[in-house]
């Protein structure tokens, strides 16, 4: 798919009528910072295209993806809630969204509406250079949902050895099975419940990773994740506010943290080149995310 080109000067209205859109679907929405890097790249390719933040409450999601259709969207980012919800409403799935089993990308094309997934490939691309993982290596992952899937295929791919870490054991169990599926060299599931063995499994792992929203209103993990010691790495998948409680209580404790910003510009690349059939900015995209990210960080004045 191609699209026209605009000229961005000062002098240049836009968008215009011609404009089209691509949005972010989730509950909520507004924190993201998926607009910023999104139009920073759309301005970098001269697209007329303009990405937007779409607050969708549950009960919502399949009226608000048929109107998207019905106004002539490009695409969409789905996030929390939604990532496993939206697959219902797509006519076909690529083989990595069947895969993973949830939808973070949709893309309005001449044959209906596909749902993808991105997620795996974004969180596997920042994972190996942030972390530079060996085969076998020890995770833990924390969650059953969307997320928590498409990390398991990124550590499956790395030949990790993963520890998933839930509520519910059969929930925990399907995300083993598809690490498993991936090339895991080992899986085993502890619930949070089980506090013996969570200790245990979280010691004896160099990562644990967090898949779930919790950070995102301050609240801390489960009491073994934030005792991390030296040499370990809390790596957690939010990036609003960049410093989580999972992040600040690794640190204290001289373990190290990541946040999730690299996986946020890694798999919007992936988005980008769906929707537009270009080479995505990455550079760009990461400088737009960073910045805004900074920004968000300071305090604001009285």
Same mark, same amino acid.
């Given at each position: 798919?191609?699209?026209?080109?605009?000229?961005?000067?000062?002098?240049?209205?836009?968008?215009?009528?011609?404009?089209?859109?691509?949005?972010?679907? /989730?509950?909520?929405?507004?924190?993201?910072?998926?607009?910023?890097?999104? =139009?920073?790249?759309?301005?970098?390719?001269?697209?007329?295209?303009?990405? #937007?933040?779409?607050?969708?409450?549950?009960?919502?999601?399949?009226?608000?993806?048929?109107?998207?259709?019905?106004?002539?969207?490009?695409?969409? =980012?789905?996030?929390?809630?939604?990532?496993? *919800?939206?697959?219902?409403?797509?006519?076909?799935?690529?083989?990595?969204?069947?895969?993973?089993?949830?939808? =973070?990308?949709?893309?309005?094309?001449?044959?209906?509406?596909?749902?993808?997934?991105?997620?795996?490939? /974004?969180?596997?691309?920042?994972?190996?250079?942030?972390? *530079?993982?060996?085969?076998?290596?020890?995770?833990?992952?924390?969650?059953?949902?969307?997320?928590?899937?498409?990390?398991?295929?990124?550590?499956?791919?790395?030949?990790?050895?993963?520890?998933?870490?839930?509520?519910?054991? !059969?929930?925990?169990?399907?995300? !083993?099975?598809?690490?498993?599926?991936?090339?895991? *060299?080992?899986?085993?599931?502890?619930?949070?419940?089980?506090?013996?063995? #969570?200790?245990?499994?979280?010691?004896?792992?160099?990562?644990?990773?967090?898949?779930?929203?919790?950070?995102?209103?301050?609240?801390?993990?489960?009491?073994?994740?934030?005792?991390?010691?030296?040499?370990?790495?809390?790596?957690?998948?939010?990036?609003?506010?960049?410093?989580?409680?999972?992040?600040?209580?690794?640190?204290?404790?001289?373990?190290?943290?990541?946040?999730?910003?690299?996986?946020?510009?890694?798999?919007?690349?992936?988005?980008?080149?769906?929707?537009?059939?270009?080479?995505?900015?990455?550079?760009?995209?990461?400088?737009?995310?960073?910045?805004?990210?900074?920004?968000?960080?300071?305090?604001?004045?009285?």
């Amino acid at each position: 798919m191609t699209f026209e080109s605009v000229t961005f000067e000062a002098s240049t209205a836009w968008p215009t009528a011609s404009t089209r859109i691509v949005v972010l679907l /989730g509950w909520p929405a507004r924190h993201s910072l998926s607009p910023e890097l999104h =139009n920073a790249a759309f301005r970098a390719d001269g697209l007329d295209l303009v990405y #937007l933040a779409v607050p969708t409450p549950p009960h919502a999601v399949h009226d608000v993806v048929a109107a998207l259709g019905t106004v002539e969207a490009v695409g969409a =980012n789905v996030t929390v809630p939604h990532k496993r *919800s939206v697959v219902e409403a797509c006519d076909a799935l690529t083989a990595e969204a069947q895969l993973v089993g949830a939808v =973070n990308t949709l893309h309005w094309t001449e044959d209906g509406l596909i749902g993808d997934n991105t997620d795996a490939r /974004g969180l596997g691309e920042a994972l190996t250079a942030d972390l *530079s993982p060996a085969p076998g290596e020890r995770w833990v992952l924390f969650g059953t949902g969307g997320a928590a899937r498409a990390a398991a295929v990124a550590l499956g791919r790395l030949a990790g050895a993963v520890t998933v870490v839930g509520r519910r054991q !059969a929930a925990a169990e399907e995300v !083993a099975e598809l690490a498993a599926r991936t090339g895991a *060299s080992d899986v085993e599931v502890v619930l949070t419940e089980q506090g013996e063995s #969570l200790s245990a499994a979280t010691a004896a792992a160099r990562t644990v990773l967090n898949a779930t929203p919790l950070g995102m209103a301050g609240e801390a993990l489960p009491a073994p994740f934030m005792e991390l010691r030296p040499g370990q790495v809390a790596y957690d998948l939010v990036y609003d506010p960049a410093e989580t409680p999972f992040l600040a209580a690794a640190r204290a404790r001289g373990a190290s943290g990541h946040h999730g910003l690299g996986m946020l510009v890694g798999q919007a690349a992936v988005s980008y080149e769906r929707w537009t059939g270009r080479s995505a900015p990455r550079a760009t995209m990461l400088a737009a995310a960073t910045a805004a990210l900074v920004a968000r960080q300071q305090p604001e004045r009285p």
